[in-house]
């Protein structure tokens, strides 16, 4: 069984532009969340997306938005670059939707930068 | 926001054992208390959980108060590899709602 995987590792951007971010979740996952770790601080919870649909959502902008794929892999979408956005985005998959005591897998994060 | 508290940080010695403290006093009968540790360079991974009664499984153990209002992890044996972020989280049972992460504990193993 493949873990959760995510691309690119590290990336940079400047401010003003689009980037997405690519998850791959563990096969039979229907479940996938998004979350954002600034430096120094915990994740927080960008949306989550259960059977192609968002399920969810933190106090996020619509410029964050994202796609839930049938082969179990997901994107994050973010337009209009800010500074304040550079951080680690972790996705994190479950089996079923989360609501129970399942565990979520996370993937080792994608790096962003803005400048 | 978080709704658990756990010191900034903590050091241990190798091969000893770590308890890790979260206090939860607003915890609800119907949340379960969650740990996570997040490795350096590394997503966070699960650790345990438990609702009332003390859990053991291969990483660690959970003691849970009588009260509910805290919790400990405990490290029987802290290697240098358990040097992570350790974060304690409270997930309703009636839930589908995400994971609400505080700033945790970062935990150090000194050789």
């Known amino acids: 069984e493949t873990g959760v995987t995510q691309s690119p590792t590290h990336l940079i951007k400047t401010r003003g532009q689009q980037v997405t971010l690519r998850c791959s979740s563990q096969?039979?996952?229907?479940?996938v969340s998004w979350y954002q770790q600034a430096l120094g601080q915990g994740p927080q919870f960008i949306f989550q997306y259960y059977r192609e649909e968002e399920n969810g959502r933190g106090n996020f902008p619509p410029r964050f938005s994202g796609l839930q794929f049938p082969n179990y892999s997901s994107e994050l979408n973010v337009n209009a670059l800010e500074l304040d956005d550079s951080a680690l985005y972790l996705c994190?998959?479950?089996?079923?939707?989360?609501?129970?005591?399942?565990?979520?897998?996370f993937g080792p994060g994608t790096r962003l930068l803005v400048l | 926001d978080a709704k658990t508290t756990q010191p900034n940080s903590m050091e241990s010695n190798e091969e000893e054992p770590v308890h890790l403290p979260c206090n939860h006093s607003?915890?609800?009968?119907?949340?379960?208390i969650h740990w996570y540790r997040q490795l350096p360079s590394q997503g966070p991974e699960y650790v345990i959980h438990g609702l009332t009664s003390n859990v053991n499984n291969r990483m660690a153990s959970l003691a849970i108060a009588e009260d509910r209002k805290s919790s400990t992890l405990i490290l029987h044996r802290a290697t240098l590899r358990d040097a992570a972020v350790y974060y304690c989280?409270?997930?309703?049972?009636?839930?589908?709602?995400?994971?609400?992460f505080g700033k945790g504990t970062r935990l150090s193993v000194i050789a």
């Open positions: 989280i409270l997930y309703p049972f009636s839930g589908n709602t995400p994971l609400v």
């Open positions: 607003t915890i609800s009968g119907t949340d379960y």
């Open positions: 994190a998959s479950s089996p079923r939707r989360v609501g129970f005591q399942e565990t979520q897998y």
């Open positions: 096969s039979g996952h229907n479940t």
